[in-house]
């Protein structure tokens, strides 16, 4: 299992929005073989990234959704917030688990 990190740095007067924005979200990831779990998770401290954080069978299952027409179609929606809504550029992070 592999867990994905995309680190995402909100401006706080859209922090209200880009959470929205997941809970409306399309769910297109939701059907993706090797998918398990998708949350989202609020910084507590000033000047920390939101963390988008998804669970995968594999890192295999992982790149399949990122190619699919399905990701595509779900990150189109993602135009909705202007730029200035992001403080700096997000960063990925891909993880294997060891132990649960």
Sequence with gaps: MITVANRIYVNPE???????RF?????LVDGMPGF???HVLRPTRD???FVVLTFWASREAFEAWT??????QGHARSGTL??????????LELHEVVAR
Excluded: L
């Design 14 to 20: 859209y922090h209200d929005a880009f959470e929205a």
């Design 23 to 27: 809970r409306e979200r399309a769910g």
């Design 36 to 38: 398990i779990a998708n």
């Design 47 to 49: 000047g920390d990234p």
């Design 67 to 72: 190619t699919s027409d399905a990701f595509r």
């Design 82 to 91: 202007p730029k200035d809504a992001f403080s700096g550029p997000n960063v």
